[in-house]
């Protein structure tokens, strides 16, 4: 998984109990993966007998957090419900599962957006002038003259008379 500093996410896993015969009571823990912090929804889940619990969390990355891949290991443990339940009180621990998490500065295939630096209003209030002055001498180029006339016309005159 990757994520920038400041970025969380969530995930979920599950915890099945399809082959109990009573429900079980189970608690679970990442070790520790500093500077990442990871939470989860609640401190621990039942599962009833013969179903499955899906478990929520969160993932933080801190603003501080050096660049790199940081690797944590899940750790559950479940026991029964009741002591009454099976006699007694030993619980299961189950660990194994990894999460990875990458901190990056932006992700593969996203494409890094170019800054472009703000104008002053200064500067912006310079380029409007110049596009406008622009605009005015092409139209002053291109118009006709009122004061002068065209050699079209000049030779119409010298052949009329």
Do not use: H, W
Request: aromatic share 8%; net charge neutral.
């Amino acid at each position: 998984m990757q994520l920038l500093r400041g970025e969380t996410s969530l995930f979920e896993f599950q915890i099945q109990a399809v082959t109990a015969t009573n429900d079980i009571i189970c608690t679970y823990s990442f070790d520790d993966i500093s500077p990442i912090i990871v939470t989860f929804d609640s401190d621990e889940t039942t599962v009833k007998a013969g179903e499955v619990a899906i478990v929520y969390g969160e993932i933080e990355v801190p603003e501080n957090a050096t660049f790199g891949t940081y690797i944590g290991e899940l750790v559950v443990s479940c026991g029964p419900k009741t002591e009454s339940d099976s006699g007694s009180s030993v619980k299961t621990t189950i660990g194994g599962s990894r999460l990875s998490v990458s901190v990056v500065q932006f992700r593969e295939g996203e494409k890094k957006s170019a800054e472009i630096p703000s104008l002053s209003i200064s500067t912006e209030l310079i380029l409007l002038i110049l596009v406008i002055i622009i605009i005015l001498g092409v139209y002053y180029l291109k118009r006709p003259s009122f004061g002068r006339k065209s050699k079209k016309s000049r030779s119409k005159k010298r052949s009329k008379r």
